[in-house]
């Protein structure tokens, strides 16, 4: 089995910074891409940054600039920086991964954390 154990996240003043780590365990023969999703109230689960293995990055627009996803591939762990935050980045915050469990599985299983609340108050 695998799990992802995410931590950070909380209340903030609009303007502040916040940072969210995720840390992958388990049945994990490599990790091809990590990433951090979002749910505000109301609407549907959406990307804001992804990371390979090989270090490439990926932004939704509305956080770039703002936001930094980085990886310790030795750790599998994963975290986003969160900087200038706005009113409209509350909302809960989803580790996602995809996972390669053993080496000679055909195709990546994918895993969530259960999720972290930040609240950006204006």
């Known amino acids: 089995q695998v799990q992802l154990v995410e931590s950070g996240g909380g209340l903030v003043q609009a303007g502040g910074s916040l940072r969210v780590s995720c840390a992958a365990s388990?049945?994990?023969?490599?990790?091809?891409?990590m990433g951090w999703y979002r749910q505000a109230p109301g609407k549907e689960r959406a990307l804001v940054a992804t990371?390979?293995?090989?270090?490439?990055?990926k932004y939704t627009d509305s956080v770039k600039g703002r936001f930094t996803i980085s990886r310790d591939n030795a750790k599998n762990t994963v975290a986003l920086q969160m900087n200038s935050l706005d009113s409209e980045d509350t909302a809960v915050y989803y580790c996602?991964?995809?996972?390669?469990?053993?080496?000679?599985?055909?195709?990546?299983?994918?895993?969530w954390g259960q999720g972290t609340q930040v609240t950006v108050s204006s």
């Open positions: 996602n991964a995809q996972i390669r469990r053993r080496a000679w599985d055909p195709y990546d299983y994918t895993y």
């Open positions: 990371v390979t293995s090989d270090g490439t990055t």
């Open positions: 388990g049945s994990i023969f490599k990790i091809n891409v």
